[in-house]
């Protein structure tokens, strides 16, 4: 049994859902190691988030960030709006949809479906370069 850990960086990133599948798995490369486990991916921030969706149309994450827009408007009259007018609409929806994602992990590879990504949900404008930690607890040869 082994534990794994590492933090990430990711690229700044335009509002919007983003797969990330890559660029968590290339973040851990013990991965490969691993023949039963859990891999945790956890954002350090409140105003994005993580999800798991399907990763093969592009109309998917188009229709996902407009539905956020209608669950969470700008328009809203939030209490919250020192840091401008996409903050507090933000931290709604990193809150709805979660800072943390756990994928099984088998023989090396994530479980995940055919259709299944993993997403950084940018909900700020301009939020910056997102932190990620990964935490990977498994069997090992």
């Known amino acids: 049994m082994g534990w794994f850990q590492h933090q990430i960086q990711l690229r ?3 509002r919007g859902f983003h797969l990330i599948t890559g660029e968590v798995v290339s973040g851990i490369p013990e991965i ?3 023949t039963a486990g859990l891999l945790h991916v956890f954002i350090m921030h409140t105003s994005a988030s993580l999800s798991i969706n399907e990763n093969a149309d592009p109309d998917v994450p188009e229709d996902l960030e407009s539905s ?3 669950i969470a408007p700008e328009s809203f009259p939030y209490q919250h709006t020192c ?3 996409d903050d507090m609409p933000a931290h709604v929806k990193a809150s709805l949809l979660g800072s943390s ?3 099984p992990v ?3 590879r994530l479980c995940l479906g055919t259709w299944q990504g993993i997403y950084l949900c940018e909900h700020r404008n301009r939020g910056g370069g997102r932190r990620l930690t990964l935490t990977l607890q498994g069997a090992t040869d």
């Open 106 to 108: 088998r023989d090396g």
């Open 12 to 14: 700044p990133m335009p």
């Open 83 to 85: 840091e401008g007018p």
């Open 32 to 34: 490969a190691e691993v």
């Open 68 to 70: 956020m827009n209608a």
């Open 101 to 103: 994602v756990t994928i």
